[in-house]
């Protein structure tokens, strides 16, 4: 009967690639926006398309402390209410006066579409401040 067992140096490979791939998949914290913050006129479209992939558990950081003008943070409920900035069933996660000092932060912690976007004045509707973000699967 053949072995159907793995030799050493298979086993060696193995725990090496598994730790590779947790170190590189390891829970992130990530500054929206990057060094513009959460701000009207930022793409975050672009800036959520330059900075995927975003991973299960990661952690984003929505920074507008003092603003002016004022913004805030919403989770739209779905891709319709989020292309035409319609609030009306939209989640508050952080008002504009709210968020201090380190910023408000917001755990990736659900399998679903995430719909972000500013609520106030036209922060979304011209302003930019909206996006989409997807978590992908953490090993
Ligand atoms: C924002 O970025 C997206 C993705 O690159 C692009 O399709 C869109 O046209 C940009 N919007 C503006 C107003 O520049």
């Known amino acids: 009967m053949a072995s159907i067992g793995f030799n050493a140096q298979q086993i ?13 998949t ?11 913050n959460w701000r009207y006129g930022y793409n975050y ?8 992939p975003f991973y299960f558990h990661d952690t984003l950081v929505f920074k507008y402390e003092n603003s002016t003008p004022p913004h805030s ?18 989640k508050l996660l952080a008002n504009p006066t709210q968020v201090k ?5 917001f755990v990736l912690n659900q399998w679903r579409v995430f719909y972000f976007a500013s609520g106030e004045a036209n922060d ?3 302003g930019l401040m909206k996006m989409v973000i997807v978590p992908w699967p953490r090993f």
């Open 45 to 52: 479209t672009e800036w959520a398309a330059n900075t995927a």
């Open 124 to 126: 979304c509707k011209e």
């Open 73 to 90: 943070v919403y989770l739209l409920p779905n891709l319709w209410s989020y292309s035409t900035c319609d609030f009306s069933k939209a």
């Open 101 to 105: 000092g380190d910023g408000f932060e």
């Open 26 to 36: 390891r829970a992130a914290t990530v500054i929206v926006g990057g060094s513009e």
């Open 12 to 24: 060696i490979l193995l725990v090496a690639l598994g730790a590779s791939l947790l170190t590189v």
